[in-house]
């Protein structure tokens, strides 16, 4: 199983105010498409329709709390990696969107105060070994709540399928 990396480096993409929801993630109108590269065309498009213009590979988007609350939509979590984010580090996630990220091999973080740390442009780094995210821009850094080791085996497995499949394999075997 291939490890995760202990560390993710990125720039920042800062929405700080709380309740972001899937229908802001992606909208619904586009929940007839299961395609990740057609998705991540439409990201965060209705709370800001630069946002797809600027985000690069392993860009790393920033929110406030109750990040990804409404409907239990995994597009939301599609539409975010396909368009190149790495990780979401949010104040607090709904319990539903955590899940559906870890479900489907995607980093969520859960940072107090990572909205205030970080502005849209910054140079961040996750160190997940450490438990810290720090801001090399500012100069700045914040703890955060290592992820379980169960967690790290799904998401190292690239989600709760291929994790359940490699489990079975090996039973099978």
Same mark, same amino acid.
């Given at each position: 199983m291939p490890e995760i990396p202990t560390k993710l480096r990125g720039r920042a993409h800062v929405y700080g105010r709380?309740? &972001?929801?899937?229908?802001e993630i992606i909208p619904a109108r586009h929940l007839n498409v299961h395609d990740e590269a057609e998705l991540?065309?439409?990201a965060m498009e209705d709370i800001d329709e630069g946002f797809v213009a600027r985000v690069r590979p392993g860009d790393i988007l920033v929110a406030?709390?109750?990040f990804g609350c409404g409907s239990s939509r995994e597009h939301a979590v599609?539409?975010?990696r396909g368009a190149g984010v790495k990780v979401v580090i949010a104040q607090s996630f709904?319990? &539903?969107?955590?899940r559906n990220a870890i479900n489907n091999g995607f980093?969520?973080?859960e940072c107090v105060g990572a909205a205030e740390l970080a502005s849209t442009g910054d140079d961040l780094e996750?160190?997940?070994?450490?438990?810290?995210l720090l801001n090399h821009t500012r100069g700045a850094e914040a703890r955060f709540v290592p992820l379980t080791d169960f967690a790290k085996e799904l998401l190292a497995a690239g989600g709760l399928l291929p994790f359940v499949l490699a489990k079975r394999a090996?039973?099978?075997a």
């Open positions: 709380p309740h &972001i929801n899937t229908d991540a065309r439409h406030g709390e109750d599609w539409a975010l709904s319990r &539903i969107f955590f980093l969520a973080i996750v160190d997940l070994e450490r438990g810290l090996k039973v099978v």
